[in-house]
């Protein structure tokens, strides 16, 4: 079946570091793809719409000069959290459905640790 | 926007009884209402899903119901067994825009 793949799966690194995020579609192409955040014992809460070709949308509160979204082809969206804090750490997610409103196939998550 | 609220937070029942848990939403637009199961630091698992076309929908021990006038939809758990215990979240969704509820934690007693 259809798969996101996510990568890092974990990153650890210091205060004032930018970290990207790489979400692939591997076997469809992904017009849409949506990052998430969740924080432990927390649900996922969406941070952006990332739009193949265009620019991301964003949810309110979502810095978009922290948490830059590009998504430049139809299978790749990448988010970079730009000089993250400690604040930021926190569980990554991406997901992408294969058709409008269809199923989404979430990717494996990145958990990034600031220190 | 949609806001999507769940209940309960955390559920514990015994091995081989049923759990239920529920949902409710706001936006009557929302015509797509998935429900996934996560394990601790692992991807979300779509286990069932229902649109609103239906008022009902089964497999094997999961089903799901939807109530639109109300706006409510449950996920029902039967025969419950100890690697049913995980996260689950309910979402609903109107062209892809997918807002999740707060997650329920289910426990299975052996």
């Known amino acids: 079946g259809a798969v996101v793949s996510q990568h890092p799966s974990w990153v650890i690194c210091k205060s004032g570091t930018s970290v990207k995020i790489e979400c692939r579609s591997l076997?469809?192409?992904?017009?849409?793809m949506f990052w998430y955040r969740q924080f432990p014992k927390q649900s996922l809460m969406l941070m952006a719409t990332s739009n193949e070709g265009s620019k991301a949308t964003y949810e309110q509160g979502v810095e978009k000069d922290k948490f830059l979204i590009n998504h430049a082809s139809l299978t790749l969206s990448t988010l970079t959290v730009t000089s993250a804090h400690p604040e930021d750490s926190s569980f990554y997610i991406c997901?992408?459905?294969?058709?409008?409103?269809?199923?989404?196939?979430f990717g494996d998550g990145t958990r990034l640790s600031i220190l | 926007g949609e806001n999507v609220e769940q209940h309960p937070s955390t559920l514990s029942v015994q091995e081989g009884d049923s759990a239920v848990i529920k949902c409710t939403y706001s936006d009557s637009a929302s015509n797509y209402f998935p429900w996934y199961k996560q394990e601790l630091g692992k991807r979300p698992q779509l286990i069932i899903d229902?649109?609103?076309?239906?008022g009902e929908k089964k497999d094997q021990r999961i089903a799901v119901t939807l109530n639109k006038t109300a706006k409510h939809f449950s996920l029902h758990i039967t025969e419950t067994q100890p690697e049913d215990s995980a996260v689950y979240f309910c979402?609903?969704?109107?062209?892809?825009?997918?807002?999740f509820g707060a997650g329920t934690r289910l426990t299975v007693k052996p």
């Open positions: 979402a609903a969704s109107m062209s892809n825009d997918m807002r």
């Open positions: 076997d469809f192409q992904a017009t849409t």
């Open positions: 229902i649109r609103s076309n239906v």
């Open positions: 997901s992408a459905p294969e058709q409008l409103n269809q199923p989404q196939h």
